[in-house]
C-alpha cells in the first residue's frame, strides 16, 4: 500500500472533521426541502464545496463535483431531498416545516461532504478522478434518472459507484452490504375503474366501477399468493382504495393504488404482465373501463466483485463493524439505476439501534457519533478503488 495514505488516516482524518460533519447535518436538517427541486440544499452544499476548492456544477437537478484526475474514474453518491412527514420529536434543530429528514438524507449529504474534505486532502495522491454525485428526488423516484440523462456517468467514464443510506433499526457503527440482489424492484402502481354512475335505486342504468375494483383487487393478491414459487419472494400491497362519496350513488370511477415488489426481474415482468391481463379480463366481464399508470424502479443489484475487492479494506476501520448480509433488503432504492449501468457497492451504516423507530417514521431519531465512518468509508473505498481498478463491467 502507498505509504502516502495509510488505511487508518481516513478514518483518523474523519474523527478530526465529525464535528463539522455534524453541523452540515444539523443545518441540512432543520432546512428539508422534498422533490427535485431544493434551492437551500443545493445553495449550501456548492457553497460549502466551493470552501474546499471544489468547482461544482449543476446536473440534472443535482450537483456534481469532481476531483483528481487520471485514467479511471469512480463516483460516489448520496441524496438529498426529504420526505413529506411531519417530524415528531424535541431535537433543538428539528425540521420546522411539513417536510423532514426522517429517511436521512440529510445524514448522507453531510457525510458526502465529509467524504469532499477528507479526499482534498489527499488529492494529489489519487489515481484517477472521484466523482462526487449530490442527488434530488430519490424519495420521487426521478433524481437519478434525470443526473444520469444529464451525463452524471460522462467525462469521465465513470468505471463504478459507491453509496451508503443510513439505517435507524441497525446498531451504531454497523456498516452492511449484500453482494448481488441487495434492494427490490418497485413498481408503483395506480389503477382506475372507469363505469357508469348513477342512482341507486336504478341499478339497471349503471355500472359499477368498485364492484370491478374489488374483483381487481382480489385478483391482484392471487396472483402473488397463488402463482409465485416459494423460492421467489415478491409481495404486492393495495394501500389506497377509493370510490364514490355518497351511500345512494353509484360512482363513475373507482380508484385503487399500490407496490409491487420483487427480487428477481422475471418474476417482476410475470406478474405485471398478469396483472394488466387482469385488468382486460375484468374490464371486459363488468363492461367497465379499467388503465393502470406504474412508476418502477428496478431491483439494486451490486456487484459481487466490486464487494470483494473493497470489503477487506473496509474491515480494517477500527471503529467500523462489517457484517456481509445474507438477505436482501425489502425497500427500493433509484441507485438502482446508476447499478444497471455501472458495477456498484450500496451499503448500510447503522446509526441507531434494534428497538428505534425506523426510517420514515416521525419519530425517527439518528445518532450522528458515527456518521464521520460514513465519510471515510466511502473516500478509503474510492481511493482504493483507483489505487487498484479491475475489469468487472
Request: aromatic share 6%; with cysteine; charged share 25%.
Amino acid at each position: 500500500m502507498e505509504e502516502g495514505i495509510k488505511l487508518m488516516n481516513f478514518e483518523e482524518r474523519a474523527k478530526e472533521i465529525s464535528g463539522q460533519i455534524i453541523e452540515d447535518r444539523r443545518y441540512l436538517h432543520s432546512h428539508a426541502e422534498f422533490g427535485m427541486e431544493l434551492p437551500e440544499t443545493i445553495s449550501y452544499v456548492k457553497r460549502r464545496l466551493t470552501e474546499m476548492g471544489y468547482a461544482p456544477v449543476s446536473c440534472g437537478g443535482g450537483i456534481i463535483a469532481d476531483i483528481g484526475k487520471g485514467e479511471h474514474a469512480v463516483l460516489i453518491r448520496a441524496d438529498m431531498d426529504a420526505l413529506k412527514v411531519e417530524e415528531e420529536n424535541d431535537l433543538p434543530f428539528r425540521s420546522q416545516r411539513k417536510i423532514s429528514h426522517m429517511c436521512g438524507h440529510d445524514l448522507h449529504t453531510a457525510m458526502l461532504l465529509g467524504t469532499a474534505k477528507l479526499l482534498k486532502d489527499c488529492e494529489d495522491k489519487l489515481c484517477g478522478t472521484v466523482r462526487l454525485m449530490f442527488q434530488p428526488g430519490e424519495e420521487v423516484m426521478g433524481g437519478a434518472k434525470a443526473m444520469l440523462k444529464d451525463g452524471v456517468l460522462s467525462n469521465p467514464s465513470i468505471e463504478a459507484a459507491f453509496s451508503i443510506h443510513v439505517v435507524t433499526t441497525q446498531e451504531n457503527g454497523v456498516l452492511s452490504f449484500k453482494p448481488g440482489a441487495a434492494f427490490s424492484s418497485v413498481d408503483l402502481f395506480s389503477i382506475q375503474v372507469e363505469g357508469k354512475g348513477g342512482h341507486g335505486s336504478a341499478l339497471e342504468y349503471t355500472v359499477d366501477p368498485i364492484k370491478a375494483a374489488v374483483q381487481i383487487y382480489q385478483g391482484i393478491e392471487g396472483i402473488v399468493a397463488r402463482e409465485s414459487s416459494m423460492f421467489h419472494s415478491a409481495t404486492c400491497s393495495i394501500g389506497h382504495f377509493e370510490g364514490g362519496e355518497l351511500s345512494n350513488i353509484i360512482p363513475q370511477t373507482a380508484v385503487m393504488e399500490g407496490t409491487l415488489r420483487c427480487f428477481d426481474e422475471k418474476d417482476r415482468q410475470r406478474i405485471l404482465n398478469r396483472i394488466y391481463k387482469l385488468l382486460e379480463g375484468i374490464a371486459i366481464s363488468t363492461d367497465t373501463k379499467c388503465t393502470a399508470k406504474m412508476n418502477s424502479l428496478p431491483a439494486l443489484k451490486n456487484s459481487s466483485a466490486l464487494c470483494e475487492k473493497i470489503a477487506p479494506f473496509l474491515q480494517e476501520m477500527k471503529e467500523l463493524t462489517i457484517c456481509q448480509a445474507t438477505l436482501p433488503w425489502s425497500a427500493s432504492e433509484d441507485f438502482a439505476f446508476v447499478a444497471e449501468k455501472i458495477p456498484t457497492m450500496y451499503m448500510l451504516l447503522g446509526v441507531g439501534g434494534t428497538d428505534m423507530p425506523p426510517n420514515h417514521s416521525p419519530k425517527a431519531i439518528f445518532q450522528e457519533d458515527k456518521m464521520h465512518l460514513g465519510s471515510a468509508a466511502l473516500a478509503l473505498a474510492a481511493y482504493q478503488y483507483l489505487l487498484e481498478p479491475i475489469c468487472i463491467r
